[in-house]
């Protein structure tokens, strides 16, 4: 049985190239590259401590500058580690100081789901760049209120869907513009690991916890971005927990089946109980997939024709943060704006009715 963090660390490092080049990365000749950006992390949990802060040290266009934590025994940790310095240190109450520190350009915001709107808006009202990590937030209320107080204060907003920024990802993407297997019919998409344990945020219902906003994301975006379309309802969908006792807030396991105008017809699968992961999507002249979809490492697939989806990437994370950066920088848009977070979240509120009601909802 695989724990959250083996599934999430599966990976194939084949290649010892940090390919960190995409669709923002062929601008050297630009002078703003010249200035690395600095991000602050928002909450110092496994995500920040094992996955962002590492690979803020492989960027090329962004560093760690600053942290903001409720836990002052962490700080001689991370700053021993990473060398921050005491006036880019701050606490929960006070982050809106972060206004007037010209080496923070980024707050990225890693606390629990349900407290990311709360500080992707102080955030935004420093006037900072905001990354706010998957998913956006609660409900699509909290998502719109977040992306008004970017645009209020005229910064930047990425959500943090490190599979849109993985390049073997993007072929799936592509797929969907340019249909090289025929239009679409189906699709397939399950992600889910065997977690265990029985206590903190994941398995409190006001927090976010629960399979569908946890791992559920992962699949609502992916069958997004394989259709390339918004689908018009839920067909049908379920939550449960075969492990009661340690799901009393929240569901162990979601299953949906979504319906598309053109017809596409997509069923999606996550759960914190089972083990699964993989996307299939299935054309009228051929199918593809990747399997695993979504993990922190070794993303591949492969077509009925025999090509292989393949492409390696040294760390999603850094590619992301780096992509995000260029953004900045160049002042283009950002890869996955608020927009994209919130569509999905007001499809994950669709399939709870769905599931609650036991009804198809129109989305």
């Known amino acids: 049985m695989l724990n959250r963090r ?16 995409n669709c923002f990365t062929n601008q050297k000749n630009n002078p703003n590259l010249n200035k690395k950006i600095g991000v602050a992390l928002v909450g ?44 880019n240190i701050y606490n929960y109450e ?8 010209d080496e923070i350009d980024v707050i990225y915001i890693v606390v629990p789901t349900g407290l990311h709107a709360k500080y992707a808006i102080i955030a935004a ?12 937030a609660m409900n699509v209320p909290e998502c719109q209120s977040i992306i008004d107080a970017c645009e209020k204060n005229k910064v930047k907003l990425s959500i943090g869907y490190r599979m849109q920024h993985e390049p073997n990802t993007q072929t799936i993407i592509e797929y ?10 189906t699709v397939e998409a399950f992600a889910g690991y065997h977690g265990g344990g029985g206590s903190g945020w994941r398995f409190q219902k006001n927090m976010g916890g629960g399979a569908l906003y946890d791992m559920g994301v992962y699949t609502i975006n992916g069958i997004r971005y394989a259709t390339g379309e918004i689908p018009i309802s839920v067909k049908s969908a379920r939550q449960y927990a075969n ?4 799901f009393k807030e929240v569901d162990e396991t979601s299953e949906y089946v979504l319906e598309f105008e053109s017809g596409i017809i997509a069923k999606g699968k996550t759960s914190v109980g089972e083990n699964f992961n993989h ?23 492969k077509t009925s024709d025999g090509t292989l989806l393949n492409k390696p990437i040294f760390n999603q994370q850094a590619r992301q943060m780096d992509n995000d950066a260029l953004a900045i920088l160049n002042n283009k848009p950002v890869l996955v704006p608020g927009i994209e977070g919130l569509k999905d979240i007001r499809i994950l509120e669709a399939i709870k009715e769905a599931a609650t009601k036991g009804i198809s909802v129109r989305i």
């Open 176 to 185: 969907a513009k340019t249909k090289p297997y025929g239009n679409i019919q």
């Open 125 to 136: 009202n420093t006037g900072k760049h905001v990354w706010c990590e998957k998913p956006m």
């Open 6 to 21: 083996r599934f999430l660390k599966y990976s194939s490092l084949s290649s010892l190239s940090f390919a960190l080049g």
């Open 94 to 101: 006070n982050m809106y100081q972060i206004a007037d520190n």
């Open 279 to 301: 996307l299939k999507v299935q054309c009228e002249n051929g199918d593809y997939e990747l399997s695993p979809m979504q993990a922190y490492g070794g993303v591949q697939g």
């Open 44 to 87: 110092l949990g496994y995500y920040s401590r094992d996955l962002l802060a590492p690979a803020l040290q492989l960027t090329e266009y962004c560093h760690l500058a600053g942290i903001v934590t409720g836990s002052p025994e962490k700080i001689p940790i991370w700053q021993k580690k990473y060398g921050i310095k005491e006036t």
């Open 243 to 246: 492990r009661p006792a340690l």
